[in-house]
């Protein structure tokens, strides 16, 4: 198998998982009459609640928590953070996003606490969306954008280091 990284598995089981978990389903609430309310953000019926999914990954420093329902899911991820680094750019990096929540449907502004974890992101997931977009593709998109972000921070801790090699140069450069 061509291109197979130490990530594969993991990948694998979020694509199937949110797969199965994507079945959605026009559902009123049945607690308020005419009102359509993501079931997984409201708990107003835990009836309607699939059991919580945790995928993680070295030893549970990056994880995926997928909650279900039958009108929406919400996914919360929690990106691997090392070092101090890590953790100012992730969060430095979240919170850009988080101000941009309004240009995402599915991005919420604030990410959940689970069993004592904090995740980095959460996105919800309702029934208009997979009405309107295919699931495979919907699926497909949202592993990428795990990959991505994972990607993008890594770069930026890169950055990072060759900006302060670049300075520290500079500054002993002065005392020669």
């Not at 988080?98 to 309702?126: C, F, M, N, W």
């Not at 770069?155 to 900006?163: L, P, T």
């Amino acid at each position: 198998m061509a291109g197979v990284t130490a990530q594969q598995p993991y990948i694998n089981c979020i694509r199937k998982t949110l797969d199965a978990a994507l079945c959605l389903m026009n559902f009123p609430s049945q607690v308020v009459e005419k009102h359509n309310k993501p079931e997984v953000e409201a708990k107003t019926s835990p009836e309607l609640l699939m059991n919580p999914i945790v995928i993680a990954r070295q030893g549970g420093e990056e994880q995926v928590l997928i909650e279900g329902s039958v009108n929406s899911v919400r996914l919360s991820i929690r990106i691997r953070q090392i070092d101090a680094l890590d953790k100012e750019i992730t969060r430095s990096f979240m919170e850009f996003l988080e101000r941009r929540a309004e240009h995402y449907k599915i991005l919420r502004r604030k990410p959940v606490k689970h069993d004592g974890v904090q995740y980095d992101l959460s996105l919800l997931i309702t029934n208009d969306i997979t009405d309107t977009m295919a699931k495979e593709k919907l699926v497909d998109w949202l592993v990428a954008f795990m990959q991505d972000i994972s990607k993008e921070l890594s770069d930026m801790k890169i950055q990072v280091g060759v900006r302060a090699r670049t300075v520290a140069k500079e500054y002993f450069a002065a005392f020669k």
